[in-house]
Protein backbone atom coordinates (compact mmCIF):
# COMPACT_ATOMS: atom_id res chain seq x y z
CA UNK A 1 0.00 0.00 0.00
CA UNK A 2 1.18 3.29 -0.56
CA UNK A 3 1.27 6.35 2.10
CA UNK A 4 -0.35 9.19 0.67
CA UNK A 5 -0.96 11.72 3.53
CA UNK A 6 2.05 13.51 4.53
CA UNK A 7 2.31 15.67 7.21
CA UNK A 8 1.90 18.83 5.15
CA UNK A 9 -1.66 17.25 4.67
CA UNK A 10 -2.49 16.84 8.63
CA UNK A 11 -1.40 20.61 9.06
CA UNK A 12 -3.47 22.13 6.17
CA UNK A 13 -6.67 19.68 6.97
CA UNK A 14 -6.25 20.63 11.01
CA UNK A 15 -6.12 24.47 9.75
CA UNK A 16 -9.27 24.66 7.10
CA UNK A 17 -11.03 21.93 9.77
CA UNK A 18 -10.29 24.75 12.59
CA UNK A 19 -12.11 27.34 9.95
CA UNK A 20 -15.82 25.00 9.35
CA UNK A 21 -15.82 24.58 12.87
CA UNK A 22 -16.00 27.92 14.03
CA UNK A 23 -19.39 28.31 11.95
CA UNK A 24 -22.66 28.01 13.62
CA UNK A 25 -24.33 25.98 11.39
CA UNK A 26 -27.43 24.83 12.92
CA UNK A 27 -30.57 25.27 11.65
CA UNK A 28 -32.15 28.75 11.96
CA UNK A 29 -34.39 29.65 9.26
CA UNK A 30 -34.85 32.90 7.87
CA UNK A 31 -36.06 35.04 5.28
CA UNK A 32 -33.24 35.05 2.83
CA UNK A 33 -31.29 31.16 3.47
CA UNK A 34 -33.20 27.89 3.63
CA UNK A 35 -31.65 26.83 6.64
CA UNK A 36 -29.96 29.96 8.23
CA UNK A 37 -27.46 32.49 7.26
CA UNK A 38 -24.60 30.29 9.04
CA UNK A 39 -25.28 27.21 7.19
CA UNK A 40 -25.49 29.19 4.09
CA UNK A 41 -21.98 30.65 5.28
CA UNK A 42 -20.04 27.39 5.77
CA UNK A 43 -21.35 25.73 2.99
CA UNK A 44 -19.83 28.98 0.60
CA UNK A 45 -16.38 28.45 3.08
CA UNK A 46 -16.07 24.91 2.33
CA UNK A 47 -16.65 25.24 -1.39
CA UNK A 48 -13.88 28.36 -1.45
CA UNK A 49 -11.75 25.42 0.63
CA UNK A 50 -12.14 22.83 -2.27
CA UNK A 51 -11.82 24.70 -4.97
CA UNK A 52 -8.15 26.12 -3.39
CA UNK A 53 -7.39 21.61 -3.16
CA UNK A 54 -7.78 22.14 -6.93
CA UNK A 55 -12.14 20.61 -7.21
CA UNK A 56 -14.16 22.36 -9.44
CA UNK A 57 -17.88 23.36 -7.20
CA UNK A 58 -21.52 24.29 -7.66
CA UNK A 59 -23.31 25.48 -5.32
CA UNK A 60 -26.89 25.27 -5.50
CA UNK A 61 -28.91 29.03 -6.28
CA UNK A 62 -31.45 28.75 -3.35
CA UNK A 63 -28.29 27.14 -1.25
CA UNK A 64 -30.07 24.25 -0.45
CA UNK A 65 -26.55 21.71 -1.31
CA UNK A 66 -22.83 21.82 -2.69
CA UNK A 67 -20.88 19.82 -4.23
CA UNK A 68 -16.84 19.42 -5.29
CA UNK A 69 -15.65 17.43 -8.68
CA UNK A 70 -12.51 16.13 -9.52
CA UNK A 71 -12.34 13.40 -12.48
CA UNK A 72 -13.83 12.50 -15.81
CA UNK A 73 -15.89 9.89 -17.01
CA UNK A 74 -19.09 8.52 -16.96
CA UNK A 75 -19.70 6.71 -14.05
CA UNK A 76 -19.59 9.21 -11.06
CA UNK A 77 -18.42 8.19 -7.08
CA UNK A 78 -19.91 10.04 -4.28
CA UNK A 79 -18.40 10.99 -1.13
CA UNK A 80 -22.13 11.72 1.05
CA UNK A 81 -21.09 14.74 3.50
CA UNK A 82 -23.27 17.61 6.01
CA UNK A 83 -21.72 20.73 6.54
CA UNK A 84 -24.39 21.36 9.50
CA UNK A 85 -24.46 20.40 13.03
CA UNK A 86 -26.84 20.02 15.83
CA UNK A 87 -27.21 23.16 18.52
CA UNK A 88 -24.69 23.14 21.64
CA UNK A 89 -27.08 22.21 24.37
CA UNK A 90 -26.45 23.64 27.58
CA UNK A 91 -23.38 25.40 27.34
CA UNK A 92 -22.47 25.46 30.97
CA UNK A 93 -21.38 21.61 30.18
CA UNK A 94 -18.87 22.52 27.24
CA UNK A 95 -15.08 23.15 28.95
CA UNK A 96 -14.54 25.71 26.20
CA UNK A 97 -16.72 27.50 23.52
CA UNK A 98 -18.76 25.06 20.98
CA UNK A 99 -17.68 27.28 17.70
CA UNK A 100 -14.55 28.29 19.07
CA UNK A 101 -12.71 25.14 18.00
CA UNK A 102 -9.67 23.92 20.77
CA UNK A 103 -7.29 21.73 20.44
CA UNK A 104 -6.00 19.96 24.00
CA UNK A 105 -4.72 16.63 25.19
CA UNK A 106 -4.57 15.82 21.82
CA UNK A 107 -8.33 16.26 20.45
CA UNK A 108 -9.47 18.69 18.64
CA UNK A 109 -12.84 20.15 20.49
CA UNK A 110 -16.51 21.85 18.92
CA UNK A 111 -19.48 21.35 17.54
CA UNK A 112 -19.43 19.12 14.46
CA UNK A 113 -15.94 17.55 14.96
CA UNK A 114 -16.74 14.30 14.43
CA UNK A 115 -20.40 14.99 13.14
CA UNK A 116 -19.34 15.28 10.42
CA UNK A 117 -17.09 18.65 9.51
CA UNK A 118 -13.88 16.42 11.11
CA UNK A 119 -14.60 13.61 8.84
CA UNK A 120 -15.91 16.01 5.50
CA UNK A 121 -12.23 16.79 5.73
CA UNK A 122 -10.74 14.00 6.60
CA UNK A 123 -11.84 13.21 3.02
CA UNK A 124 -11.46 15.99 1.01
CA UNK A 125 -7.73 15.91 2.05
CA UNK A 126 -7.36 12.24 1.63
CA UNK A 127 -8.32 12.56 -2.31
CA UNK A 128 -5.66 15.25 -2.39
CA UNK A 129 -3.08 13.50 -1.27
CA UNK A 130 -3.54 10.79 -3.68
CA UNK A 131 -3.97 13.88 -6.55
CA UNK A 132 -0.59 15.17 -5.12
CA UNK A 133 1.17 11.62 -5.46
CA UNK A 134 0.36 11.90 -9.17
CA UNK A 135 -2.49 9.21 -9.50
CA UNK A 136 -4.74 9.69 -12.16
CA UNK A 137 -8.68 9.13 -11.18
CA UNK A 138 -11.08 6.99 -13.87
CA UNK A 139 -14.30 7.99 -12.63
CA UNK A 140 -15.35 11.43 -11.08
CA UNK A 141 -15.39 12.12 -7.55
CA UNK A 142 -18.07 14.41 -6.11
CA UNK A 143 -18.33 15.29 -2.75
CA UNK A 144 -21.79 16.32 -1.79
CA UNK A 145 -22.23 18.82 0.77
CA UNK A 146 -25.91 18.76 2.64
CA UNK A 147 -26.65 21.59 5.28
CA UNK A 148 -30.10 19.81 6.23
CA UNK A 149 -28.95 16.83 7.62
CA UNK A 150 -30.02 16.88 11.33
CA UNK A 151 -33.28 17.86 10.18
CA UNK A 152 -35.13 16.89 7.30
CA UNK A 153 -32.88 16.26 4.50
CA UNK A 154 -34.20 19.09 2.78
CA UNK A 155 -30.87 19.21 1.14
CA UNK A 156 -29.82 16.26 -0.22
CA UNK A 157 -33.73 15.42 -1.25
CA UNK A 158 -33.44 18.50 -3.54
CA UNK A 159 -30.23 16.98 -5.20
CA UNK A 160 -31.91 13.88 -5.87
CA UNK A 161 -34.33 15.93 -7.80
CA UNK A 162 -32.10 18.22 -9.66
CA UNK A 163 -28.51 16.73 -10.00
CA UNK A 164 -26.84 13.05 -10.92
CA UNK A 165 -27.27 10.42 -8.47
CA UNK A 166 -23.59 8.32 -8.17
CA UNK A 167 -22.48 4.95 -9.53
CA UNK A 168 -21.55 4.15 -5.70
CA UNK A 169 -20.20 5.92 -2.96
CA UNK A 170 -19.86 6.11 0.87
CA UNK A 171 -20.83 8.90 3.73
CA UNK A 172 -17.90 9.61 6.25
CA UNK A 173 -20.32 10.12 8.96
CA UNK A 174 -20.45 6.80 10.87
CA UNK A 175 -18.38 4.11 12.61
CA UNK A 176 -15.52 2.34 11.11
CA UNK A 177 -15.64 -0.22 9.57
CA UNK A 178 -18.45 -0.38 7.03
CA UNK A 179 -21.96 0.27 7.93
CA UNK A 180 -24.05 -1.87 5.14
CA UNK A 181 -27.00 -1.49 7.33
CA UNK A 182 -29.24 1.20 8.75
CA UNK A 183 -32.16 1.07 10.68
CA UNK A 184 -35.52 2.71 9.49
CA UNK A 185 -36.16 6.38 10.88
CA UNK A 186 -39.70 7.20 11.47
CA UNK A 187 -40.25 10.51 13.67
CA UNK A 188 -43.70 11.49 14.69
CA UNK A 189 -45.09 14.82 16.36
CA UNK A 190 -48.63 14.03 18.33
CA UNK A 191 -50.56 17.14 18.96
CA UNK A 192 -53.18 18.12 21.77
CA UNK A 193 -55.18 21.24 21.53
CA UNK A 194 -55.62 21.44 25.40
CA UNK A 195 -54.92 24.56 27.32
CA UNK A 196 -52.67 25.20 29.53
CA UNK A 197 -51.57 27.87 32.34
CA UNK A 198 -47.63 27.28 31.94
CA UNK A 199 -44.98 27.64 29.15
CA UNK A 200 -42.70 24.80 28.03
CA UNK A 201 -40.03 24.48 25.96
CA UNK A 202 -37.77 20.93 26.02
CA UNK A 203 -35.60 19.28 23.63
CA UNK A 204 -32.82 20.70 21.20
CA UNK A 205 -33.55 18.02 18.12
CA UNK A 206 -35.40 15.02 17.18
CA UNK A 207 -32.53 13.10 16.80
CA UNK A 208 -31.27 14.15 20.16
CA UNK A 209 -31.86 12.49 23.51
CA UNK A 210 -32.83 15.35 25.88
CA UNK A 211 -30.19 16.33 28.93
CA UNK A 212 -32.55 19.32 30.77
CA UNK A 213 -36.15 19.61 30.97
CA UNK A 214 -37.47 23.14 32.63
CA UNK A 215 -40.52 23.56 34.37
CA UNK A 216 -41.42 27.21 36.29
CA UNK A 217 -44.47 27.78 37.60
CA UNK A 218 -46.58 27.42 41.15
CA UNK A 219 -45.84 23.69 41.09
CA UNK A 220 -42.07 23.80 42.04
CA UNK A 221 -42.33 23.05 45.74
CA UNK A 222 -44.42 19.87 45.06
CA UNK A 223 -42.70 18.52 41.56
CA UNK A 224 -39.03 18.97 44.31
CA UNK A 225 -41.16 16.71 46.80
CA UNK A 226 -41.10 14.35 43.27
CA UNK A 227 -38.02 14.47 41.94
CA UNK A 228 -36.56 13.70 45.74
CA UNK A 229 -38.85 10.69 45.65
CA UNK A 230 -37.54 9.26 42.68
CA UNK A 231 -34.11 9.97 42.99
CA UNK A 232 -33.79 12.34 39.74
CA UNK A 233 -31.92 14.66 39.21
CA UNK A 234 -32.61 18.33 38.40
CA UNK A 235 -31.22 22.05 39.90
CA UNK A 236 -33.98 24.42 41.16
CA UNK A 237 -33.59 28.33 40.84
CA UNK A 238 -36.51 29.81 42.65
CA UNK A 239 -39.78 28.90 40.73
CA UNK A 240 -37.62 26.80 37.83
CA UNK A 241 -36.96 23.30 38.50
CA UNK A 242 -34.46 21.83 35.63
CA UNK A 243 -34.39 17.83 35.76
CA UNK A 244 -30.88 16.92 34.58
CA UNK A 245 -30.99 13.78 31.94
CA UNK A 246 -27.69 12.36 30.30
CA UNK A 247 -27.51 13.36 25.98
CA UNK A 248 -26.89 10.77 23.89
CA UNK A 249 -27.92 10.24 19.88
CA UNK A 250 -31.44 8.99 19.15
CA UNK A 251 -29.69 5.71 17.77
CA UNK A 252 -28.28 5.26 21.45
CA UNK A 253 -31.45 6.17 23.27
CA UNK A 254 -30.97 3.35 25.57
CA UNK A 255 -27.88 4.65 27.00
CA UNK A 256 -29.22 7.80 27.49
CA UNK A 257 -31.28 9.46 30.32
CA UNK A 258 -34.29 11.05 29.08
CA UNK A 259 -35.22 14.77 30.95
CA UNK A 260 -38.40 15.27 29.24
CA UNK A 261 -39.79 12.19 30.12
CA UNK A 262 -38.46 12.37 34.19
CA UNK A 263 -40.36 15.95 34.26
CA UNK A 264 -43.31 14.12 32.72
CA UNK A 265 -43.39 11.76 35.69
CA UNK A 266 -43.80 14.40 38.04
CA UNK A 267 -45.50 16.96 36.61
CA UNK A 268 -48.74 14.23 35.82
CA UNK A 269 -48.72 14.43 39.70
CA UNK A 270 -50.05 17.66 38.93
CA UNK A 271 -51.35 18.22 35.50
CA UNK A 272 -53.32 15.66 33.23
CA UNK A 273 -52.30 17.12 29.98
CA UNK A 274 -52.50 14.58 27.91
CA UNK A 275 -48.80 14.36 26.10
CA UNK A 276 -47.65 14.10 29.81
CA UNK A 277 -49.35 11.29 30.51
CA UNK A 278 -48.49 9.28 27.12
CA UNK A 279 -45.16 9.85 28.27
CA UNK A 280 -45.34 8.90 31.48
CA UNK A 281 -47.54 5.70 30.57
CA UNK A 282 -46.37 4.99 26.86
CA UNK A 283 -43.00 6.13 26.70
CA UNK A 284 -42.01 5.27 29.83
CA UNK A 285 -37.64 5.22 30.35
CA UNK A 286 -36.59 1.92 28.72
CA UNK A 287 -36.46 3.90 25.09
CA UNK A 288 -37.81 0.84 23.68
CA UNK A 289 -41.11 1.89 23.63
CA UNK A 290 -42.25 -1.24 24.75
CA UNK A 291 -45.92 -0.69 26.53
CA UNK A 292 -46.53 0.44 22.22
CA UNK A 293 -44.57 -2.26 20.32
CA UNK A 294 -43.76 -4.68 22.38
CA UNK A 295 -40.28 -6.58 22.04
CA UNK A 296 -39.00 -5.22 18.48
CA UNK A 297 -35.58 -6.35 17.19
CA UNK A 298 -34.43 -8.69 14.60
CA UNK A 299 -30.66 -10.71 14.51
CA UNK A 300 -29.44 -8.44 11.62
CA UNK A 301 -29.74 -4.88 13.01
CA UNK A 302 -31.12 -5.41 17.16
CA UNK A 303 -33.77 -3.62 19.23
CA UNK A 304 -36.19 -0.50 17.88
CA UNK A 305 -35.78 2.29 20.16
CA UNK A 306 -37.93 5.26 20.59
CA UNK A 307 -36.88 8.93 21.81
CA UNK A 308 -39.19 11.62 23.44
CA UNK A 309 -37.04 14.41 21.75
CA UNK A 310 -39.20 17.30 22.03
CA UNK A 311 -41.77 18.85 24.07
CA UNK A 312 -43.46 22.32 23.95
CA UNK A 313 -46.54 22.98 26.10
CA UNK A 314 -48.23 26.46 26.05
CA UNK A 315 -51.59 27.60 26.39
CA UNK A 316 -53.03 26.84 22.76
CA UNK A 317 -51.20 23.49 22.29
CA UNK A 318 -49.00 20.78 23.24
CA UNK A 319 -46.71 18.83 20.53
CA UNK A 320 -44.64 15.93 21.63
CA UNK A 321 -42.02 14.81 18.98
CA UNK A 322 -40.57 11.20 19.08
CA UNK A 323 -37.70 9.69 17.16
CA UNK A 324 -38.08 5.99 16.20
CA UNK A 325 -35.33 3.61 14.52
CA UNK A 326 -36.46 0.45 13.65
CA UNK A 327 -34.84 -2.93 12.63
CA UNK A 328 -34.60 -3.55 9.00
CA UNK A 329 -36.54 -6.36 8.49
CA UNK A 330 -39.67 -4.50 10.02
CA UNK A 331 -42.40 -2.87 8.05
CA UNK A 332 -42.53 0.92 8.33
CA UNK A 333 -46.37 0.06 8.74
CA UNK A 334 -45.79 -1.94 11.61
CA UNK A 335 -44.29 1.12 13.88
CA UNK A 336 -46.49 3.70 12.47
CA UNK A 337 -49.69 1.61 13.09
CA UNK A 338 -48.88 0.39 16.73
CA UNK A 339 -48.05 4.08 18.06
CA UNK A 340 -50.98 5.78 15.55
CA UNK A 341 -52.92 3.49 17.61
CA UNK A 342 -51.63 4.49 21.16
CA UNK A 343 -51.66 8.10 20.72
CA UNK A 344 -55.25 8.07 19.51
CA UNK A 345 -56.44 5.72 22.74
CA UNK A 346 -54.63 8.46 24.82
CA UNK A 347 -56.28 11.54 22.67
CA UNK A 348 -53.71 12.86 20.88
CA UNK A 349 -53.18 13.46 17.51
CA UNK A 350 -50.62 11.68 14.61
CA UNK A 351 -48.52 13.27 12.50
CA UNK A 352 -46.08 12.15 10.66
CA UNK A 353 -43.14 14.56 10.90
CA UNK A 354 -40.35 12.47 8.64
CA UNK A 355 -39.56 9.20 7.67
CA UNK A 356 -36.61 7.61 6.08
CA UNK A 357 -35.95 4.13 4.94
CA UNK A 358 -33.68 1.26 6.02
CA UNK A 359 -30.61 1.02 4.05
CA UNK A 360 -28.79 -2.88 3.03
CA UNK A 361 -25.88 -3.10 0.08
CA UNK A 362 -25.48 -6.43 0.10
CA UNK A 363 -21.93 -7.82 1.45
CA UNK A 364 -20.83 -9.15 -1.26
CA UNK A 365 -20.63 -6.13 -3.46
CA UNK A 366 -17.29 -4.44 -4.86
CA UNK A 367 -17.47 -1.51 -3.07
CA UNK A 368 -18.24 -3.41 0.80
CA UNK A 369 -15.38 -5.57 0.38
CA UNK A 370 -12.67 -2.97 -0.78
CA UNK A 371 -13.58 -0.86 1.84
CA UNK A 372 -13.63 -3.77 3.95
CA UNK A 373 -10.52 -4.76 2.57
CA UNK A 374 -8.62 -1.49 3.15
CA UNK A 375 -9.71 -1.06 6.80
CA UNK A 376 -8.78 -4.12 8.09
CA UNK A 377 -5.02 -3.85 5.77
CA UNK A 378 -4.49 -0.48 7.80
CA UNK A 379 -5.95 -1.35 11.28
CA UNK A 380 -5.53 -4.84 11.30
CA UNK A 381 -8.50 -5.02 13.34
CA UNK A 382 -10.70 -7.60 11.81
CA UNK A 383 -14.38 -7.10 13.15
CA UNK A 384 -17.45 -7.56 10.91
CA UNK A 385 -19.43 -5.04 9.18
CA UNK A 386 -21.54 -3.20 11.18
CA UNK A 387 -25.63 -2.29 10.98
CA UNK A 388 -26.05 1.23 12.76
CA UNK A 389 -29.48 2.76 14.42
CA UNK A 390 -27.80 6.09 12.67
CA UNK A 391 -29.23 7.29 9.50
CA UNK A 392 -26.69 8.78 7.00
CA UNK A 393 -26.50 10.27 3.50
CA UNK A 394 -25.47 6.69 2.05
CA UNK A 395 -29.56 5.59 2.05
CA UNK A 396 -30.59 9.11 -0.51
CA UNK A 397 -28.39 6.70 -3.27
CA UNK A 398 -28.16 3.16 -4.58
CA UNK A 399 -25.05 1.15 -3.67
CA UNK A 400 -23.50 3.80 -0.96
CA UNK A 401 -22.76 2.63 2.44
CA UNK A 402 -21.38 4.56 5.77
CA UNK A 403 -17.77 4.44 6.12
CA UNK A 404 -15.79 6.11 8.88
CA UNK A 405 -14.77 8.29 10.65
CA UNK A 406 -15.07 7.20 13.99
CA UNK A 407 -12.15 4.59 14.63
CA UNK A 408 -14.19 1.32 17.29
CA UNK A 409 -11.98 2.73 19.99
CA UNK A 410 -12.83 6.18 20.09
CA UNK A 411 -15.80 7.54 22.44
CA UNK A 412 -18.77 8.49 20.66
CA UNK A 413 -19.04 12.49 22.01
CA UNK A 414 -21.29 13.64 18.79
CA UNK A 415 -24.75 15.35 19.60
CA UNK A 416 -23.56 16.09 23.60
CA UNK A 417 -21.07 18.40 25.12
CA UNK A 418 -17.44 18.49 24.52
CA UNK A 419 -17.96 17.10 21.32
CA UNK A 420 -14.03 16.08 19.91
CA UNK A 421 -12.34 13.79 17.68
CA UNK A 422 -8.25 13.14 18.34
CA UNK A 423 -5.69 14.26 16.03
CA UNK A 424 -4.36 10.77 16.08
CA UNK A 425 -7.66 9.56 14.62
CA UNK A 426 -8.41 12.23 12.51
CA UNK A 427 -4.93 11.19 10.34
CA UNK A 428 -5.79 7.79 10.45
CA UNK A 429 -9.07 8.72 9.11
CA UNK A 430 -7.35 10.49 6.02
CA UNK A 431 -4.93 7.38 5.59
CA UNK A 432 -7.81 5.09 5.22
CA UNK A 433 -10.02 7.23 2.67
CA UNK A 434 -7.18 8.40 0.88
CA UNK A 435 -6.50 4.00 0.22
CA UNK A 436 -10.42 4.06 -0.40
CA UNK A 437 -10.42 6.67 -2.60
CA UNK A 438 -7.21 5.03 -4.64
CA UNK A 439 -8.71 1.41 -5.12
CA UNK A 440 -12.11 2.07 -5.84
CA UNK A 441 -11.47 5.56 -7.92
CA UNK A 442 -7.91 5.25 -9.61
CA UNK A 443 -6.91 1.35 -10.44
Avoid at 38 to 51: F, G, M, N, P
Avoid at 96 to 115: L, M, N, Y
Avoid at 278 to 298: K, S
Avoid at 299 to 322: D, F, H, K, M, R
Wanted: net charge negative.
Amino acid sequence: MKKFIQEKHQEAALDDLKTILAYPSYLQEDDETPFGKDIQAVLEKTLEISEELGFKTYIDPEGYYGYAEMGEGEELFAVLCHLDVVPPGNLALWDSKPFEPTVKDGFIIARGSQDDKGPTIAAMYALKAVMDAGETLNKRVRFIFGVDEENLWRCLNRYNELEEKATMGFAPDSTFPVTYAEKGLLQIKLHSKETSSYHLEAGDAMNVVPEDATYEGEWADDLESELKKNDYSYERDGQSITVKGKSVHSKNSPQGINAIVRLANVLTTKDDNKALLFLRDYIQEDARGLNIFGEVEDEASGILTCNAATLSINPEETVLGIDIRYPVTVEKSFVGDKLKAAAEKAGLIYEEYDFIAPLYVPLDTPLVENLMAVYQEKTGDMQPPIVSGGATFARTMENCVAFGAQLPHAEATLHGPNERMALEDLYQAMDIYAEALYRLTCQ
